[in-house]
């Protein structure tokens, strides 16, 4: 399946965001009681947003819309989420 440059964009960005927040959940959990309510509130909807984005990508994923590379980053961001549910039960998100 042919893909355009802008779904590439989109793709590429979404992986990224996901791996981003991912290496930084672990400082993030650390500091979590100090973080100010708003703050928390904050990031807890940006989560879901981006993890919204990320559970979209398993339709382009499946309609092999994701470059070989992107497939392998997609596989191995899915598992280390996977591996981070208990960090973010800690935080109250799942």
């Known amino acids: 399946m042919a893909t ?4 590439t964009t989109r793709i590429d960005a979404t992986l990224r965001e996901v791996g981003a927040e991912l290496a930084f959940l672990p400082e993030l959990v650390e500091g979590w ?3 100010a309510e708003s703050s928390r509130a904050s990031w807890q909807l940006e989560w879901q947003e981006l993890l919204a984005r990320f559970r979209a990508l398993e339709r ?3 309609a092999g819309a994701l470059s070989q590379q992107q497939r392998q980053q997609y596989r191995a961001l899915a598992s280390q ?3 981070s ?6 935080i109250g998100v799942e």
């Open 81 to 83: 989420l996977r591996d």
């Open 4 to 7: 355009t440059t802008a779904v």
């Open 85 to 90: 549910r208990g960090l973010l039960r800690q």
């Open 33 to 35: 009681q100090e973080e």
């Open 60 to 62: 382009d994923y499946s």
